[in-house]
């Protein structure tokens, strides 16, 4: 899909993926704060930028972001005192209004005259972000006609929708996961309380399930307690955004244009792509989008300067793209985003905001899915993420202390990154080259002798796996580099912060043991003492459980119930893969994609293939002899 299209349907359902449909305001650098002063940061319904503070300025730009849609919207109203009862169709809505197109001119007249009107419609998954999804009965007024090829009208709302949301769905859906979450919570420390009780019998099983359920309620208490730092607007250090690409042709446009329409100043921000010898048609994608961008707002926003692109010579790795894109910048710090990643314009802003600690060497923000509701398999993975980083990780970040800064968005200081370059660029393990794991790898470098932290309001999202086989070779090559990294984290973990120091060996001791305590539990338990495993299936349950109602408690979902799911989906699949990765964790393999270590093994592979089958080839060739000469 090209630029233009792009520009006229939003993203929509792009290569197979189903993303929010957004739609594209008339500028390609929408949110960029003009150099020259003459266009205000909002220009709509007479609004004054320089009247809001930054924090009001995002929240009013993210209510007026519109999203295509289509469904039908119950219109009813006064006209010449009779009342008015039609049907029309939702073309966009935003949490502030609504473009609707209608059968007949005569109703858009009528319309038109009303002084008020009352809607009626349900908000579908997926054409809102998610929590949107409910039924709205609220009142509006027609702002704006137009002949379309249906007749058009644009309704602004009596109350945007996330006001309407906090009355009539927020505090119920607030009280009911709050309570059903301290519910399970108390279910899971009763049953701990238990293992104490009968610690005697088993002191090895029950040691352990006291633990994991330590380890996990602290974690989603830690959560709970953590806060974003708030935004300085003085504080604008200089930063580079650097885009590793490799066969990404499909959303490299994209991700660079969210990294360039960032509400930044203009002379503090670069961003730099570096094309990893890709076989498709990413470079040739990279340069339009430069090109149209020098073309349409070039001059007065710098983009040949601020925007740059360098292309490897050979496939060299993601970690050599990525140091090819510091190497060329001197910023303070430098932004790390994937290819298939796009930045919420105020990412930078946010994402920076840790840093005016001097002690702080690298800061990751929050990660969402992008195409949540493509299918099943990226739904869970929509529940997974969220808790995943707005619990596991900020649980981490309140102790300054976060063991991943996650590839999708992640920001360190420039000279540190420097001066690990060349630890980093050559990294081995049991004498194989590492070559994923990037990001966990340059984590512990930093946060060896420095503070890495998360900062929940820097966002972006992010296109995930959406088949089963790619997810399990993403799931193995994410297993291997954890448990490679954990190794040498623990090295120097002990000397951070007491809880985070507890949690990280804690965090490391359970997923190791899972599979082993599963096989004794599910197996071992029932065929030798004939006991049915009620209370280890009930504390999975309970566990699966606390997952799926922080979902529902802090992003009020309709997906909060894949959380449940996934979890099932987890203990069936995705923990038997721990017992291949301790084997097999030196191997530096990605499976998703043909990196040089790939190419090497998939050449051994036709080798040994090659020699196999023409070892057969000579035997049925003999056989055949033999049977041509009466030998059988």
């Known amino acids: 899909m090209g630029l233009e299209e792009k520009k006229k349907k939003g993203r929509g359902k792009v290569d197979g993926e189903i993303l929010l449909n957004v739609k594209l305001d008339r500028r390609l650098l929408s949110n960029v704060p003009d150099p020259t002063g003459i266009r205000s940061e909002i220009d709509r319904r007479g609004k004054k930028d320089d009247q809001e503070d930054l924090a009001s300025l995002m929240e009013y730009k993210k209510l007026g972001i519109r999203y295509i849609s289509?469904?039908?919207?119950?219109?009813?109203?006064?006209?010449?005192?009779?009342?008015?009862?039609?049907?029309?169709?939702c073309a966009d809505i935003s949490d502030t209004g609504m473009g609707i197109e209608l059968d007949r001119i005569e109703d858009r007249d009528k319309l038109k005259e009303a002084e008020q009107v009352h809607l009626k419609f349900k908000v579908p998954a997926g054409s809102m972000p998610e929590g949107h999804e409910m039924r709205f009965h609220t009142f509006a007024k027609v702002v704006h006609t137009a002949d379309r090829i249906k007749p058009f009208a644009g309704l602004q709302f009596s109350e945007d929708l996330s006001t309407y949301m906090k009355?009539?769905?927020?505090?119920?859906?607030?009280?009911?996961?709050?309570?059903?979450?301290?519910?399970?919570?108390?279910?899971?420390?009763?049953?701990?309380?238990?293992?104490?009780?009968?610690?005697?019998?088993?002191?090895?099983?029950?040691?352990?399930?006291?633990?994991?359920?330590?380890?996990?309620?602290?974690?989603?208490?830690?959560?709970?307690?953590?806060?974003?730092?708030?935004?300085?607007?003085?504080?604008?250090?200089?930063?580079?955004?650097?885009?590793?690409?490799?066969?990404?042709?499909?959303?490299?446009?994209?991700t660079i244009l969210s990294c360039i329409?960032?509400?930044?100043?203009?002379?503090?921000?670069?961003?730099?792509?570096?094309?990893?010898?890709?076989?498709?048609?990413?470079?040739?994608?990279?340069?339009?989008?430069?090109?149209?961008?020098?073309?349409?707002?070039?001059?007065?926003?710098?983009?040949?300067?601020?925007?740059?692109?360098?292309?490897?010579?050979?496939?060299a790795g993601k970690r050599a793209a990525l140091m090819?894109?510091?190497?060329?910048?001197?910023?303070?710090?430098?932004?790390?985003?994937?290819?298939?990643?796009?930045l919420d314009p105020y990412a930078v802003r946010n994402v920076i905001q840790p840093f005016q600690d001097p002690k702080m060497g690298g800061c990751a923000g929050r990660c969402?899915?992008?195409?949540?509701?493509?299918?099943?398999?990226?739904k869970m993975q929509s529940v997974r993420y969220y808790i995943a980083f707005r619990i596991m990780k900020a649980a981490e970040g309140l102790f300054d202390a976060v063991t991943c800064l996650s590839g999708p968005l992640s920001c360190y200081r420039r000279e540190i990154v420097m001066q690990y370059k060349d630890n980093w660029l050559n990294q081995k393990f049991l004498g194989q080259k590492a070559t994923f794991g990037d990001d966990?790898?340059?984590?512990?470098?930093?946060?060896?002798?420095?503070?890495?932290?998360?900062?929940?309001?820097?966002?972006?999202?992010?296109?995930?796996?959406?088949?089963?086989?790619?997810?399990?070779?993403?799931?193995?090559?994410?297993?291997?580099?954890?448990?490679?990294?954990?190794?040498?984290?623990?090295?120097?973990?002990?000397?951070?912060?007491?809880?985070?120091?507890?949690?990280?060996?804690?965090?490391?001791?359970?997923?190791?043991?899972?599979?082993?305590?599963?096989?004794?539990?599910?197996?071992?338990?029932?065929?030798?003492?004939?006991?049915?495993?009620?209370?280890?299936?009930?504390g999975l349950m309970m566990m699966s459980l606390m997952m799926t109602f922080a979902q529902l408690l802090l992003r009020k979902s309709t997906t909060w119930f894949f959380g449940f799911m996934f979890c099932i989906y987890y203990e069936l699949v995705l923990l038997w893969q721990m017992p291949i990765a301790w084997f097999t964790f030196w191997k530096s393999t990605w499976g998703t994609r043909m990196t040089p270590s790939d190419v090497a093994a998939q050449k051994k592979k036709d080798e040994h293939r090659n020699r196999s089958g023409g070892k057969q080839v000579q035997e049925e060739a003999e056989e055949k002899e033999g049977v041509g000469t009466g030998h059988v």
């Not at 289509?70 to 169709?89: D, L, R």
């Not at 919570?185 to 238990?194: F, G, N, P, Q």
């Not at 969402?368 to 990226?378: C, E, G, H, K, P």
Request: aromatic share 14%; charged share 20%.
């Open 440 to 538: 966990r790898a340059m984590t512990n470098f930093v946060l060896t002798y420095h503070r890495c932290t998360y900062q929940d309001t820097a966002a972006c999202s992010t296109i995930v796996p959406k088949e089963h086989k790619v997810f399990l070779k993403q799931q193995m090559r994410w297993k291997r580099s954890w448990l490679r990294e954990s190794i040498m984290a623990g090295k120097f973990m002990w000397r951070k912060e007491p809880f985070a120091s507890f949690n990280f060996y804690i965090g490391l001791l359970v997923p190791l043991l899972a599979p082993v305590i599963v096989i004794y539990n599910l197996f071992y338990v029932p065929f030798t003492q004939h006991i049915f495993p009620r209370n280890f299936l009930v």
């Open 70 to 89: 289509e469904f039908p919207v119950q219109i009813s109203f006064m006209f010449n005192g009779i009342k008015q009862n039609i049907t029309a169709t």
């Open 261 to 315: 329409d960032q509400n930044y100043p203009v002379d503090k921000l670069k961003v730099i792509v570096v094309d990893d010898c890709s076989a498709d048609k990413s470079v040739e994608k990279i340069r339009e989008i430069i090109d149209k961008l020098a073309e349409g707002e070039g001059k007065r926003y710098n983009i040949r300067e601020r925007l740059r692109y360098f292309k490897q010579p050979k496939n």
């Open 324 to 342: 090819c894109g510091v190497e060329n910048t001197d910023t303070d710090l430098v932004m790390f985003v994937d290819s298939d990643s796009f």
């Open 167 to 254: 009355r009539h769905k927020d505090r119920y859906l607030l009280v009911m996961s709050a309570v059903l979450l301290g519910f399970v919570s108390l279910c899971v420390v009763l049953m701990r309380a238990e293992s104490v009780i009968y610690f005697k019998y088993n002191a090895i099983m029950y040691l352990y399930s006291i633990i994991a359920a330590l380890f996990l309620l602290s974690r989603y208490l830690f959560g709970a307690l953590y806060k974003p730092k708030p935004i300085n607007p003085d504080y604008t250090p200089s930063v580079t955004i650097i885009i590793p690409c490799f066969n990404e042709e499909t959303w490299i446009q994209t």
């Open 368 to 378: 969402d899915v992008a195409n949540t509701y493509t299918n099943n398999l990226t």
